[in-house]
């Protein structure tokens, strides 16, 4: 499978590009669109998302994010905690990408691609995913990416509320131990259960909230939280390309956030 790289033409036309398939491919004359500066909106997200009381665990003492994300990988264990385990997973799907990631993606949960090789977003959807990361003038191992839930839900079915509250802790954790300057929610699943709101996409897109992982402390006592934007989840995006324009100004705004500039066309 070839991968397509994002395009830029001009300063104020952007495009994403689509994994390659013959459909995808003829998407790309929709994507081209003018995309004015979004104005970023720093939203509070209400203390919903912040407990009261925090339970100490074995990272929070260690200062080295991969020693640190380790700890809390085998704390995950064999995982049997929610009913996902026994529902045709071939593995847990812990996260990848750089500990000390500035910018972290949060997805769903595995599909069969990721529950195969134990990696998320290694399918079609994260090939597209991969085009993103290029097209902010980055790579895939400079970010962290990872999941609500770690298990595959059979036939990919959205993961359900109890499934995501019992696994959701982990992914807390590892953010407080990557302490990203940024977490894009992939998707309306992910980006309700990192904010515990319930909203439309409509609604939840084109603002910064701020962010605290629930329950999970740093190492860091300086880190205070982070930025999380939303936007659509790629499997999303790869289904209605029409959206790809709408992510991209997503991105813009994560981009602009972080500094990062887009790769000249041809890099
Ligand atoms: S989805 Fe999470 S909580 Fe459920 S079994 Fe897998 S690792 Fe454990």
Redesign the pocket.
Known sequence: MGIYDFYRRGPRVAEIAAVAEPDDQSTLQELREEMPARKSVIAKVANENILPVLTPHAEQAVSDPIAALKLIRED?GD????K??KQG?KQ?VFGVGNPRADLMFVGEGPGADEDTQGEPFVGRAGQLLNNMIKAMGIRREDVYIANV???RPPGNRTPERD?CE??SP?LMRQIAVVKPKVVVALGAVSAKNLLAINAPMSELRGRFYDFVPAGARSSDPSWQGTKLAVTYHPAFLLRDPRQKGEAWKDLQMVMKYLGLTPPKSGT
Do not use: A, G, Q
């Open positions: 995950l995982c049997t905690r929610c996902l385990h997973r847990i839930v770690k298990c499934e019992t696994c982990f």
